[in-house]
């Protein structure tokens, strides 16, 4: 190594070491200092010592254990997802049968008031009654068909769902408050 | 600079589970965390079985980790803490390495007979030296204490500051300072009274 060279890395060297030392805030002390200069020149020879041995596959080890945790995780939240989605479905089913009940109901009621005499304005009940409550409502409760019937798919783990119980709820407040119209309008 | 730029999106990706982010993580940290986890307990299986296990908490408890100060500092505190709870599990079982040849258990022979790994491509000298190089080096690790073996070896394989390693150990940074100190001269005297 000529003169030149080794003076060019005593000078990378301190100037490794200084970013280092202000990296370490160790405080202003020169005794302080000094010691880490002397555990910097220790590690120097400990880097020396230090001759590592990883054996040559380790990391794809690593990463087939990753990915079989990540599997067996994903297993584990696909089944609790399912459960849950078991539950939410069984609970959007009977809300649906309670809206079904009632409409019925105001389907009942509705064609008893249409059998009742006409008033005198002559006003088209009949014509009224298909291009607004029906249509509403079965476009309506077609949604909620579909949001259940996706939710239903994902919960077997047959599809990644196309629908989410947000949608679900949206849905069926939408129908909820279509019904509550329709049973202040006839009544 | 353009280092840590890359780090931190691998990191970003890897909290998503990315599997290319989380292989390069294995990539650039396997072989350092080995190294550190051998020299905390002196048994390759072990080590390989720790390494595995830093992974698995990593990619468990990576999308909580805020990428603020360094990487390495969150995933080396993971293998501190797993390789100090292995030290306790072992202390209840005594296998740690014995500090003179003939105090050797049959744990010890087997391990100190197997062959090192990665050193299939070299000549049967070269193993013998390394081996035994190897060998000594890491009785005198077992000779320290564990926050001075636990210093050392972070600045080593971690490479961090020692201000990092004194948050981590939670102690303030001169005493951090004075156990690398302490620790690298009962080392070096322990190195010089084998050769």
Redesign the interface.
């Known amino acids: 190594m000529t003169h030149d060279n080794e003076k060019e890395n005593n000078v990378e060297r301190n100037e490794a070491w200084l970013r280092n030392i202000s990296d370490d805030p160790i405080g202003p002390g020169v005794e302080m200092i000094k010691l880490r200069l002397r555990v910097e020149r220790q590690e120097h020879w400990f880097g020396e010592c230090v001759e590592d041995v990883v054996p040559e596959d380790l990391a794809d080890r690593v990463k087939r254990r990753i990915w079989s945790v990540l599997r067996e995780d994903d297993e584990q939240n696909s089944h609790l997802r399912r459960s849950a989605a078991k539950k939410r479905v069984a609970s959007v089913v009977y809300r649906l049968l309670g809206a079904a009940a009632a409409i019925a109901l105001v389907a009942i009621g509705s064609f008893q008031w249409l059998r009742s005499p006409a008033p005198a304005d002559g006003f088209d009940y009949v014509t009224a009654f298909d291009a607004f409550a029906f249509d509403e409502l079965s476009e309506s409760i077609d949604d909620l068909s579909d949001d259940i019937s996706s939710l239903e798919l994902a919960s077997n783990g047959s599809t990644w769902p196309t629908k989410s119980y947000d949608d679900l709820d949206d849905d069926y407040d939408l129908l909820d408050s279509l019904l509550k119209m329709e049973a202040d309008d006839w009544s | 600079m353009k280092i840590a730029d890359d780090l931190e999106n691998i990191v970003k990706r890897a909290k998503t589970?990315d599997?290319e982010a989380?292989?390069a993580l294995?990539?650039l940290y396997?072989?350092r965390l080995?190294?550190f986890l051998?020299?905390m307990t002196g048994n390759?299986d072990d080590a390989?079985e720790l390494?595995?296990e830093v992974?698995?908490r990593v990619?468990?408890t990576i999308a909580d980790y805020s990428h603020r100060g360094r990487f390495e500092s969150w995933l080396f505190r993971i293998a501190g803490n797993l390789g100090r709870d292995h030290a306790r599990k072992r202390s209840r079982t005594p296998t740690i390495l014995p500090l003179t040849t003939t105090d050797a258990g049959s744990s010890h022979d087997e391990e100190r007979d197997r062959p090192?790994?990665?050193?299939s491509a070299s000549s049967p000298d070269k193993d013998l030296r390394?081996r035994e190089?190897?060998d000594i080096?890491q009785r005198g690790m077992a000779s320290l204490s564990e926050n001075e073996r636990e210093v050392?070896l972070l600045?080593?394989y971690a490479d961090l500051?020692?201000?990092d390693i004194a948050k981590i150990m939670e102690t303030p940074?001169?005493t951090a300072?004075?156990r690398?100190?302490r620790g690298?001269?009962k080392?070096?005297e322990w190195?010089e009274t084998q050769t």
Do not use: C, K, W
Request: aromatic residues 8%; proline residues 2%.
């Open positions: 589970l599997q989380l292989d294995v990539d396997s072989s080995y190294g051998y020299r390759v390989e390494v595995q992974f698995v990619v468990r090192l790994p990665n050193q390394v190089d190897v080096l050392i600045r080593h500051s020692f201000s940074v001169g300072l004075a690398a100190h690298l001269t080392l070096r190195m």
